[in-house]
C-alpha cells in the first residue's frame, strides 16, 4: 500500500471516529428513547406511550381448561378476569380476579425498561464534543451497550419461571380474589412477544416419598411439590393461555435492530483498525 493510499485510509479512519462514531450514537439513542416511551423510564424527553391495553387470552391448542381477559398497563397487569377448570373430565370451574387494588407487576418488564434506560445513560456519556481516540476505545463502548440491550432482551426470552413454594408465597398471588383453592395455581410472564398465563393444578399426596417411585430425580420431584407443612401436594396437571402483545414485539425488534448498529459498527472500526495497525 502506498502512502497516498495509506494516508486516505488514515483520513477515513479519523473521519469514522469523530463523525460516523456519533452518528450511530444518535441513531441509537433515538431508537432507544423511542422505545423507551412503553416503559417508566425517566428523562427520556418524550411522552410516554404507556396505556391500558385489553388482551383475551386463548390457548394455542383450542382447549378450553382457562379462560382469561386481562388488562395490561405497562409492567402492570391491573385487572385480569379468569376463569380455570381443574379437572378436564368435570363442569368444575373456579373464578378468580386480580385485585384494582393490588396489581400483578410483570417484573420482566420492569427489567427490561432499566436495562434500556442504562444503554441510554451509557450513550450519553459521550457528548457530540466527545473525540474518539482508538478503535479500542469505540468497541468498549458498544460492548457496554449491547450488553444492556441482549439483557433487556434475554428477559422477554426467558423468563424466571418460579417453583411452586416462590409461587404460593408470592404477593402477587394474594391479588387474586377470591383466593384460589390449594390445588390450583397461576403465574403470568412474558414469553418471546407473547403475555403467558400458566396454570398449576395439583392434588394431595398421600405418599410423601411416591413421586420418586415414577423415576424423577430430586431436583425434578422438588419443583414438582408444594409443601404446606402437614399437607403436600403434587403438581399433576398445567396448561398456558397466551396472547400477542404488539408493543412487546415492537421493542423486540428496535432492540435486535440496535444490536444490529452496534455490531456493525464495532465490524467496520475492527476492519479501519487492523488496515491502519498493519501499514502504519
Known amino acids: ?10 483520513d477515513e479512519f479519523q473521519w469514522l471516529l469523530k463523525a460516523e462514531v456519533h452518528g450511530v450514537l444518535r441513531q441509537l439513542n433515538a431508537i ?3 422505545s423507551g416511551r412503553r416503559f417508566n423510564i425517566p428523562g427520556t424527553g418524550k411522552g410516554t406511550l404507556i396505556k391500558p391495553e385489553t388482551f383475551v387470552l386463548s390457548s394455542s391448542n ?7 381477559i386481562v388488562t395490561l398497563v405497562g409492567d402492570l397487569l391491573c385487572k385480569a378476569d379468569l376463569t380455570l377448570r381443574p379437572h378436564r373430565n368435570t363442569n368444575q370451574l373456579v373464578k378468580t380476579y386480580v385485585r384494582d ?3 400483578w407487576r410483570l417484573q420482566q418488564v420492569q427489567d427490561v425498561g432499566n436495562h434500556i434506560y442504562s444503554a441510554i445513560e451509557i450513550i ?4 457530540v464534543d466527545y473525540e474518539f481516540q482508538s478503535a479500542e476505545e469505540v ?3 458498544m460492548d457496554e451497550i449491547l450488553s444492556q440491550l441482549m439483557r433487556a432482551r434475554q428477559r422477554f426470552l426467558n423468563p424466571l419461571i418460579p417453583s411452586l413454594q416462590e409461587l404460593y408465597h408470592s404477593r402477587y398471588t394474594k391479588s387474586l380474589t377470591p383466593p384460589l383453592p390449594h390445588e390450583s395455581m397461576v403465574n403470568f410472564y412474558i414469553l418471546g412477544t407473547k ?24 431436583s425434578e420431584s422438588k419443583s414438582r411439590l408444594l409443601d404446606l407443612g402437614p399437607i403436600k401436594y403434587e403438581l399433576f396437571s398445567q396448561n398456558t393461555v397466551e396472547c400477542a402483545v ?3 414485539e415492537e421493542v423486540t425488534a428496535c432492540l435486535a435492530f440496535a444490536m444490529q448498529l452496534c455490531q456493525e459498527l464495532k465490524d467496520k472500526v475492527s476492519v479501519f483498525a487492523c488496515c491502519w495497525d498493519e501499514y502504519r
Do not use: C, F, I
Not at 383450542?62 to 382469561?68: E, F, L, N, R, S
Open 1 to 10: 500500500m502506498d502512502s497516498d493510499t495509506l494516508r486516505d485510509e488514515e
Open 32 to 34: 432507544l428513547e423511542d
Open 62 to 68: 383450542g382447549t378450553d381448561y382457562v379462560k382469561g
Open 101 to 103: 387494588d393490588m396489581p
Open 124 to 127: 450519553k456519556s459521550k457528548d
Open 139 to 141: 468497541n468498549k463502548l
Open 195 to 218: 403475555l403467558v398465563l400458566h396454570t398449576y393444578y395439583l392434588h394431595p399426596l398421600a405418599l410423601p416419598k411416591a413421586h420418586n417411585q415414577k423415576g424423577l430425580s430430586s
Open 246 to 248: 404488539p408493543w412487546v
